[in-house]
């Protein structure tokens, strides 16, 4: 099954995220599953070769023509087995594996940091968009960015 979702009417970057975090949080449970239907067949993400690598279609052009109109942001969201074909995630694939990797271990409070950030007005306005993994440590959390771990 492929889901395609649309986010419409959603201009604050606080609601943008925490709706596009419970999308990624389908693909965690898409990656815990897979994990457990194929014990020993998916190497950890840090041993798979997978590289982080920013979606080639949500980037704008650098110096766009004059009346050119960006189209939505389009942000994809897969499973791990995706990332093994391929080779490469941003880091919402990336992190959605290794929240999935670590809850299948054990660690119950893994989870996603979807952050949203934007300046300027529309049309012109420009957002960028970055998600981390939290472990729970006792009085805080530990931050990891598979996406810096994994870079070229």
Known sequence: ???IVDVIGVDDDGALAAIAECLLEAVVSN???LLRAHPGKLP???ESGVRFRAEPWASMPAAPAPGYRPLPPIEQFTPYVTLLRRGWGDCAQLCAARVAELRE???SDAALRFYCRSSGTPPNRRR???VEVRRGK???YEIEDPSRELDF
């Open 1 to 3: 099954m492929k889901a």
């Open 128 to 130: 960028w968009y970055h």
């Open 105 to 107: 271990q054990g660690e």
């Open 138 to 140: 006792a009085g805080g």
């Open 31 to 33: 990656n815990r599953y």
């Open 44 to 46: 950890p993400l840090r």
